[in-house]
């Protein structure tokens, strides 16, 4: 049969094909709308969302969240007021020593505080800078030395090999010590609200525990505090042996010689020059940079850029001004690589105790860390003795 479908109803093949363009045409224009529609809601939802996050107090969903906003808030509010309120609230995520409360009623320093402390210390002139400095959770740091040799020997084809020695390990215990700061303010000045009080208490802390620390790291005698390098014996470097210091004399009382710092960088094995440094104070640094070679030259040069450390025959200088003064049979010079030679341990932890009673009508803040140091490889760290023998 030649009859088609539109024949059957009526219609012809073109009006058949004109209704379903307009069918088609009409669920497109449909389609449009019901999008327009939606644009349109969501548009009017976003400016409600905007207009809403433009209010004060309130975060915008853009924007990042800080993440130690929540502990800035409390921190301050209990420096200022007592308030611990706050801090009793909040829920730290860390080791089981990093809590929020401790048992005897310290509060652990709000991140931020933290570390304007540490980046203080770092800058300030004291060994920390050359040290070797490591962080620990417990009360002690223990560090093994194997100060010795396993020894060899030529060995033939048929000869019996013998047993050679059994080296020996050294293990040198830095205890930590605790560190006290006890800043206060007035609580009138603690109302202002314009004060910055993280960083005035950051910059009184970190000026007390700096001098306290750079003293001890040189002069300290180990009792209730770091032992300092000069608190070892010392002995004439020819005669060195482990657990003591050598010196180099100058052959000149309360004098230094060129002769004398040239034997001293020698007087260094050449494994530990490469990373050496002089530590010296200020006064002994104005004898030094005077002192010329053979040739007229001055061993002393200063830094080529800016904060580049000044350089004694080539090697770093650090002015610590805890070291002794140019005197006679004085230790006023130190040359070696510290890092190998002198380990600092520090818990990262900083606690601040408010304490409102003691000094009414000031606020006492008693801060404390615990910190060690001692010498860690006796062979490391040389000395210059201004005396004659």
């Given amino acids: 049969m030649s009859d088609t479908k539109a024949d059957v109803a009526g219609l012809s093949p073109a009006d058949d094909v004109r209704r379903a363009v307009t ?106 800078a050359i040290a070797s400095v490591v962080n620990v959770e417990a009360t002690s740091y223990d560090v093994l030395v194997d100060h010795s040799d396993v020894g060899a020997g030529w060995a033939t084809e048929s000869a019996t090999v013998g047993e050679s020695d059994t080296p020996q390990i050294d293990r040198i215990t830095v205890q930590l010590h605790e560190l006290s700061a006890l800043p206060k303010a007035s609580q009138r000045l603690l109302d202002d609200s314009a004060f910055d009080i993280e960083g005035w208490l950051a910059g009184r802390i970190a000026d007390k525990f700096a ?116 005197a006679a049979d004085a230790f006023a010079m130190a040359f070696g690589d510290f890092h190998a030679g002198y380990t600092i341990a520090e818990r990262p932890d900083l606690r601040i105790l408010r304490d409102p009673f003691s000094a009414k009508p000031h606020v006492l803040f008693y801060a404390t860390k615990r910190v060690g140091g001692d010498v860690s490889d006796f062979a490391a760290i040389k000395l210059l003795k201004f005396g004659s023998a």
Avoid at 29 to 40: D, N, V, W
Avoid at 78 to 105: I, M, T
Avoid at 221 to 235: E, R
């Fill in 211 to 326: 001098r306290a620390e750079a003293g001890a790291f040189i002069n300290g005698d180990g009792i209730d505090k770091p032992k300092g390098f000069l608190a070892h014996a010392t002995v004439d470097n020819d005669v060195w042996a482990w657990g003591n210091l050598g010196y180099v004399p100058t052959g000149v009382a309360g004098d230094v010689t060129p002769d004398a710092i040239v034997d001293m960088v020698y007087a260094l094995g050449a494994q530990y020059r490469a990373n050496a440094s002089f530590v010296m104070n200020s006064k002994t640094a104005g004898l030094v940079r005077k002192l010329k070679d053979m040739d007229g030259r001055f061993l002393w040069s200063d830094g080529l850029a800016a904060g580049e450390p000044a350089r004694l025959m080539g090697y770093p200088v650090l002015i610590a001004e805890d070291m002794p003064d140019a």
């Fill in 23 to 128: 069918g088609f045409v009409a669920q497109m224009k449909g389609f449009q709308a019901g999008i327009e529609t939606k644009i349109q809601q969501t548009e009017e939802r976003m400016n409600m969302l905007d207009r809403k996050t433009m209010t004060a107090a309130r975060t915008p969903l853009a924007g990042a969240t800080e993440a130690v906003a929540p502990h800035k808030k409390a921190f301050n509010a209990y420096v200022r007021s007592g308030d611990d309120d706050g801090l009793r609230g909040l829920h730290l995520e860390g080791k089981a020593l990093s809590s929020a409360v401790n048992s005897d009623g310290g509060y652990l320093v709000d991140p931020q505080t933290s570390d304007i402390v540490k980046s203080v210390l770092n800058t300030t002139a004291s060994i920390r």
